[in-house]
């Protein structure tokens, strides 16, 4: 089983750019998918981005074209760069892997449904401010 460690969280200001990186104690997951989600107060956790294998990415509408996810070979760091930071975007942000490759996900965009991740980072704090 392999443990998420999340790190880069904090603050910034609005228009903003921060990094967020990703920490995985294991191999075993190098071909499946692996995923950043946030969660607001009193609300779901939601996917923002999901990455399986090197290069098939997928995105939230409301992060496209300002977030970018990506990872090494072997699953062992998920980075996801933030630019145009909103106030709108800030949450707990955690990663997360899924046990299935990118074939197992139909429709592609449930790589970004929470549901299908089982192996769990515990989040780190982004706050945006005006």
């Known amino acids: 089983l392999a443990q998420m460690v999340e790190s880069g969280g904090g603050s910034v200001q609005a228009g903003g750019s921060l990094s967020l990186s990703c920490s995985a104690s294991?191999?075993?997951?190098?071909?499946?998918?692996m995923g950043w989600f946030r969660q607001f107060p009193g609300k779901e956790r939601e996917g923002v981005a999901s990455?399986?294998?090197?290069?098939?990415?997928n995105y939230a509408n409301s992060v496209k074209a300002r977030f970018t996810i990506s990872k090494d070979p072997g699953n062992r760091t998920v980075d996801l760069n933030m630019a145009s930071l909103a106030p709108e975007d800030t949450a707990i942000y955690y990663c997360?892997?899924?046990?299935?490759?990118?074939?197992?996900?139909?429709?592609?965009?449930?790589?970004?449904?929470?549901?299908?991740?089982?192996?769990w980072g515990q989040g780190t704090q982004v706050t945006v401010s005006s």
């Open positions: 294991s191999y075993a997951y190098s071909s499946y998918c």
């Open positions: 997360a892997a899924a046990r299935g490759r990118a074939s197992e996900f139909q429709p592609p965009s449930t790589t970004l449904d929470a549901s299908r991740y089982t192996i």
């Open positions: 990455i399986c294998g090197q290069q098939i990415t």
